[in-house]
């Protein structure tokens, strides 16, 4: 099954050295730390940019019904929020507003989502590449 794989990875044009143990462990943690820095990155974006609260304050939206009633209702189960005393002890901990915090992560879920069609094959191929280069390095180290 191995022989297929690689056959076919080498008719798309692809190097099937990368499948290597060497070249899968490389491809692997590179595909990860792209990852986990694309969760952290969208994270950290939305915290600063709030992009729910930009969109809910379009001219062309404020006045709608339902918006309005969003907008009480988050208001209110953010002041909920803050009393509970673990919040309380985040929020001194790390200086951030633990409401905006978890806002913001909830933001960078759905961006990072709707961004799937786009980051997966980027993320792969990216991880393709970065395996190719340590194992072609690694070859000629050893030539």
């Known amino acids: 099954a191995a022989m297929v794989f690689s056959e076919a990875l080498e008719r798309r044009g692809f190097d099937s050295s990368v499948l290597s143990a060497k070249g899968i462990v490389v491809g692997a943690i ?33 006045n709608v019904g339902i918006i309005q009633k969003w907008s009480a209702q988050g208001k209110a189960f953010a002041e909920r929020w803050r009393q509970k005393p ?15 915090f978890g806002t913001s992560g909830a933001e960078s879920y759905v961006l990072r989502k709707l961004c799937w069609p786009i980051t997966i094959p980027a993320k792969m191929y990216v991880a393709y590449r970065v395996a190719l280069l340590f194992t072609r390095t690694s070859e000629q180290r050893s030539s």
């Open 30 to 62: 590179a595909h990860e730390t792209l990852g986990v820095s694309w969760l952290f990155g969208s994270w950290a974006l939305c915290y600063k940019l709030q992009p729910s609260v930009l969109v809910a304050s379009l001219p062309f939206l404020t």
């Open 86 to 100: 673990s919040v309380k002890s985040f929020s001194m901990r790390t200086r951030l507003d633990p409401v905006r």
